[in-house]
């Protein structure tokens, strides 16, 4: 199956809501692949692994770990996603920390929509390697 790869134009005027639905999936699936590859454990535990890591509070700690290595553009992504609108924030976590977790999954969802895996990537393994689990 080959994915439809947007310019960045394209993929910058999708609204920051659209861009965090799809974002939630990108990381998501990148947690869950760093999980397996720790080891062959049981589900529950993979299951709480990743848990942790996909909480606002951790995703907010992301944020501070990424944001001196982004882009202009990557930037001004992050702050939309930040400042989005029509967010409902759970009772489980600060509305701080939910506004930088969903900045966090606008920029990945803005990433991957154009194509740049690559980046990604790179940013992802910097999260790992200064947030532990």
Known sequence: MALTVLSEHEAGA?????????????YELLVRREVVLRGNTNAGRLHDLAVEQVRASYQ?????????MLTERETDILRRGRNAGGISVPKSAKPS???????LETLFG???????????????????EALPV
């Open 97 to 103: 920390e939910y506004r930088r977790a969903t900045a």
């Open 110 to 128: 803005y990433l991957s929509l154009s194509g740049q895996e690559e980046r990604i990537e790179m940013l992802f393994s910097a999260i790992c």
């Open 14 to 26: 999708y609204s920051p809501n659209v861009l965090a639905f799809y974002g939630d999936c990108v």
């Open 60 to 68: 907010s700690k992301a944020v501070d770990v990424i944001e001196p």
